[in-house]
């Protein structure tokens, strides 16, 4: 709508320039005080229409716009704009033009014009009432639409922009997918302001963000309210509809439903309705709308707000969905609904919520039900037990709930988790918040006292209520600890052979874990027990499961070589355990030995030396040449006697730790037990972890049966149904059937942690990790097939496969018919998978499979199969590494630093020297060392991880013997794909 120009207008009022020419314009405007300078100017629309009515009055010439309106667009309408041309703006332009409401609507709302239209608009309602929507709607774009609501609302624009001709009977029904209803005007529609009053409510139509773009409901003051987008607005005119017209649906829904447009169900349309929300991103499809009101999840309480009356008497319309959909409270009005479209907190992005936020939003509801389902309340402290690791499905059997339910509650506060997904701690504690529980996560320790309580066994309670009278001095237990290569195990040798009473008879003859001998101290005769397993790591595994079984710590240290990492970290986990050391300083026959060099070194750690004037005893030995082992055994002796109360009782039943245990092919399970406590005898019910039994027989590390064993006495047990795990504690049972049972529901348990812990045992996509994990080197397979010939078949072709060595295929039941849960049950126990040719599973042995992680797989074709098995096994091949070469260093300049020893000054001459690299030292072409690790790699003074060719670097290899010229080459295993 360009302003004409002075010549622009005479040309069109005079074409033939005659009678009207710029000039007389010109003079014409100036008497009217309007100043124009030039006939090239322009001049205000308003001027140019006066200028043009007063010409054509004067030529008589009235229709001379038309056929320039095309030009003048902007001029052009106006005229006409009061009678046919208002209408279209907004009404009529579906009509005409499709095209014409949008200049319409943008020019009308600025326009003062659009007034004085306004009225006229609902002349041509009367034959739009009803039916007017829907032509709209037909004609409608998105873009059509979006300028509708822009217009909306402004207070101005509801005459004009309601373009009330447009659409008085209220909305067309869109098609909006997402629309929570978009029907057809109901009878009666038009109620109260169904005259264009507001008829340039925003047309339900296809906005994908809008809550509700129905039509206006029967009953329902009809009229779409042009304001409705606007919250806020839109409450307030109730007023108009009398008697609460523009109230909420009859159902009470007349709220909006954020939601429930996208659910389609015919809810409150935003726009149109008074209470209508703006849409949100929370209205999204895909966002959740916990937290807001008006979300599904809070439906009970938007069903309160949406009570027919209380819409009515807000006229918010805003009012509770229906359905249990929450929206605003109706009693609030036009603001309330607002609210309720955004919820409290407004849309801000739900992500972003911390837990403890959404939580209090979430308590604020007082909804009987939570996400629309129905969950057993809480008091707030009704404490429930869970064991660590539990699931959905756990928390629901002991509250009695559906699992179902509480992921949804779950699900509602902010955390996904499926049903037999195993929770932390944190997401139990603010689900038992929300639903009113104390959730406790027990520990497996409380789990098993907790046990063994409800069998009438409380092991605490019986060391506590031991009389000191009943209690008798016991043998030290020791277990030995130090760096790679310091001596450990040749000590250890070295002991054994010491033992006074088995020296004629050659010594003890077989390792069982752990075994004792005898000492003269002075006049006696004394017994010390020693684990045999050497190695802190070990020693921490026992801790790990519980068992405290060391007395002493014998750390052994090198003379030759000094305090090394593992001699630290021994003697961490000995000071952590709280277990008094003794040191072995071994190998003082070797050349280059300095003992005093160690006594100095472990100062530093808080070892000190008794004659440094500490309580630390060193003891110079070597074990390779068995020199002074007994001086060793001695001080462990007077280390005991000095720290510790090495007492027990052995007068009651025996309670002590697997030290170790293994499947003996002749003999069944094996388990070396150490007694702590009581006296173990032949016959006794015993359960050690979750193998029970009654003690068949006993031996010594001698090979020799024995009757009993008293505390601190390891003893080699026969008779369990299986096999335990080191660390296992044990103890003797009132009777079999205690036994058993404390076996069974132990193994439960365990069975259930190791289920949340890893979903999958064994399927034939994670054999390679299982294996790498070194869980299985064996794949157990289950066959079952449509008839026995299938199955043998498959049988034969899966055996023939070719893996080599290192993995084993193994089929531990093959069968015809469906998979049932008995064959679950055993892939459940041997971590086998389900291969099923031609069948499927029984009812229920699926879900049973799942809960269980077991993998089933179903072929129709043997070659499927066939291939499927072979692949897992090829990647189930153990990795094969190469050494790979790095790079290479020489040796410039040999620094000496007390702290890190020799430290190689070198340039790196080809590659580069990663810092933890394999390396080997190189003189004149000979491997001085060929074991060597990059222990520290500076640059400068600063710590680097690598360093590349051609720069110089700091190199400490933990060697001495390095020299100028040396060549440090440098490697790493790296896995070799196989074929
Ligand atoms: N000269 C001498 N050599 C010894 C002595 N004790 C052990 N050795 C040697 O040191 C090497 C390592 O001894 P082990 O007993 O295997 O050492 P370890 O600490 O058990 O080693 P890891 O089992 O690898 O942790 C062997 O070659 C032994 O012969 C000793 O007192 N004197």
Same mark, same amino acid.
């Given at each position: ?165 447009? /659409?008085? #009977?209220?909305? !067309?029904?869109?098609?909006? &997918?997402?629309? *929570? $209803? +978009?029907? %057809?005007? @109901?009878?009666? =529609? ?7 009053? /507001?008829? #340039?409510?925003? !047309?339900?139509?296809?906005? &994908?963000?809008? *809550? $509700? +773009?129905? %039509?206006? @409901?029967?009953? =329902? ?29 009859? =159902? ?29 991103? =929370? ?697």
């Amino acid at each position: 709508m360009a302003k004409p120009r002075v010549h622009e207008l005479a040309k069109e009022l005079d074409p033939t320039g005659k009678k009207i020419t710029s000039k007389v314009i010109l003079a014409w405007l100036k008497d009217q005080g309007e100043f124009v300078k030039a006939a090239s100017s322009t001049v205000e629309p308003p001027v140019a229409r006066r200028v043009r009515e007063h010409f054509a009055a004067q030529s008589g010439e009235s229709k001379t716009p038309k056929p320039t309106a095309p030009k003048g667009a902007g001029s052009a309408p106006k005229p006409a704009a009061p009678k046919p041309t208002g209408p279209k703006p907004s009404g009529a332009a579906p009509k005409p033009a499709p095209d014409a409401p949008k200049p319409a609507a943008t020019s009308a709302a600025p326009t003062p014009k659009q007034t004085s239209s306004a009225p006229k608009p609902a002349a041509p309602k009367p034959a739009h009432p009803a039916p007017g929507p829907r032509p709209a709607h037909p004609t409608s774009t998105p873009g059509a639409e979006g300028t509708a609501h822009l217009a909306a609302p402004t207070p101005g624009p509801r005459p004009s922009a309601p373009t009330p001709g447009p /659409r008085p #009977g209220g909305p !067309r029904p869109g098609n909006n &997918p997402y629309a *929570t $209803s +978009q029907g %057809m005007p @109901r009878p009666g =529609g038009s109620r109260g302001r169904g005259k264009g009053g /507001r008829s #340039g409510g925003p !047309r339900p139509g296809n906005n &994908p963000y809008a *809550t $509700s +773009q129905g %039509m206006p @409901r029967p009953g =329902g003051s009809g009229g779409p309210r042009p304001q409705g987008g606007r919250p806020g607005q839109g409450g307030p005119r109730p007023g108009p509809r009398p008697g609460g017209s523009g109230g909420p649906r009859p =159902g009470g829904s007349g709220g909006p439903r954020p939601q429930g447009a996208r659910s389609g169900q015919g809810g409150p349309r935003p726009g149109p309705r008074s209470g209508g929300p703006r849409p949100n991103p =929370g209205m999204m499809p895909g966002r959740s709308s916990v937290g807001r009101p008006g979300a599904p999840s809070r439906g009970g309480q938007g069903g309160r707000g949406g009570r027919p009356g209380s819409g009515g008497r807000g006229g918010s319309g805003g009012g509770g969905p229906r359905g249990g959909f929450g929206g605003p409270r109706g009693g609030r009005g036009g603001r309330g609904s607002t609210q309720g479209a955004f919820g409290r907190g407004g849309g801000a992005p739900r992500g972003r919520k911390s837990r403890r936020a959404k939580r209090q939003e979430f308590e604020q509801q007082s909804a009987p039900t939570i996400g629309g389902v129905v969950v057993p309340r809480g008091d707030g402290s009704t404490p429930v037990r869970v064991r660590q690791g539990a699931t959905l499905t756990d928390l629901a059997e002991k509250i009695n709930a559906n699992p179902a339910a509480l992921v949804t509650v779950l699900f509602h506060l902010g955390e996904m988790a499926t049903a037999t997904q195993s929770l932390d701690e944190d997401t139990f504690a603010l689900l038992g918040a929300e639903l009113g529980y104390d959730v406790q996560i027990v520990s497996p320790e409380d789990e098993d006292r907790e046990l063994l309580e409800s069998f009438d066994i409380d092991l605490e309670a019986e060391e506590a209520g031991e009389d000191d009278a009943e209690l008798l001095p016991r043998p030290p237990v020791v277990t030995v600890m130090g760096h790679v290569d310091h001596g450990k195990t040749k000590l250890l040798d070295a002991i054994r052979s010491t033992d006074v009473v088995a020296g004629e008879a050659g010594g003890i003859t077989q390792s069982i874990g752990a075994y004792q001998v005898r000492v003269h101290l002075g006049d006696e005769t004394r017994p010390i027990t020693f684990i045999d397993t050497p190695g802190h790591e070990a020693f921490t595994a026992m801790r790990a499961r519980g068992a405290e079984v060391t007395d002493i710590a014998i750390l052994v240290v090198a003379a030759d070589d000094g305090v090394m990492p593992q001699t630290v970290e021994a003697l961490n986990h000995a000071q952590a355990a709280g277990v008094p050391i003794v040191v072995a300083v071994n190998k003082i026959d070797k050349e280059g030995a300095n003992p005093e060099k160690i006594r100095g070194q472990l100062t530093e750690y808080g070892l000190v030396p008794e004659e440094y004037g500490g309580d630390t005893m060193f003891v110079d030995i070597s074990a390779k040449q068995r020199t002074n082992i007994d001086g060793l055994l001695e001080a462990v002796l007077l280390t005991a006697d000095a720290a510790l109360d090495l007492r027990a009782n052995p007068n009651t039943d025996a309670r002590g730790v697997t030290v170790e245990a293994k499947l003996d092919r002749g003999r069944g399970a094996v388990a070396t037990v150490l007694v702590q406590r009581g006296t173990l005898h032949v016959g006794d019910p015993i359960v050690a972890g979750s193998a029970y039994g009654r003690v068949r027989a006993m031996f010594d590390e001698y090979g020799n049966p024995l009757e009993e064993a008293g505390p601190a006495r390891p003893a080699q047990v026969l008779g369990l149904t299986n096999v335990p795990s080191a660390g296992d504690s044990f103890i003797v049972a009132p009777d079999d059937r205690t036994a058993r049972q404390i076996a069974d529901r132990r193994e439960a348990a365990g069975r259930a942690a190791e289920l949340a812990k890893r979903r999958k045992r064994v399927s034939l996509e994670n054999l390679t990790d299982v294996l790498k994990e070194g869980k299985v080197d064996t794949l157990n397979l289950i066959l079952k097939g449509d008839s026995s010939g299938a199955v043998e078949a498959l049988e034969d072709s899966l055996l023939k496969i070719d893996v080599g060595d290192e993995v084993a295929l193994r089929v531990i039941h093959r069968g015809v018919g469906a998979v049932t849960q008995n064959d679950v049950n055993l892939a459940t126990v041997d971590s086998a998978v389900i291969i099923g040719f031609n069948v499927r599973p029984a009812v229920r042995v699926a879900e049973l499979a799942d809960r269980e992680g077991v993998d089933m797989k179903f072929y129709t074709v043997i070659y499927n199969a066939i291939e499927d098995v072979e692949a897992a096994l090829k990647g189930m091949l153990k990795p094969v590494y190469e050494e790979v070469e790095l790079g290479t260093a020489e040796i410039r300049q040999v620094f000496h630093s007390s702290k890190f020893g020799s430290i190689a000054g070198s340039i790196v001459r080809s590659g580069v020297i990663k810092r933890g690299a394999k390396a080997r030292l190189v003189r004149d072409g000979v491997v001085v060392n060929g074991d060597l690790t990059v222990e520290t790699l500076r640059r400068e003074k600063d710590d680097v991880t690598e360093v590349r060719e051609g720069y110089e670097c700091g190199i400490n290899l933990s060697f001495r013997d390095i020299a100028e010229g040396d060549v440090i080459e440098t490697w790493e295993m790296r896995e070799k794909p196989r074929d």
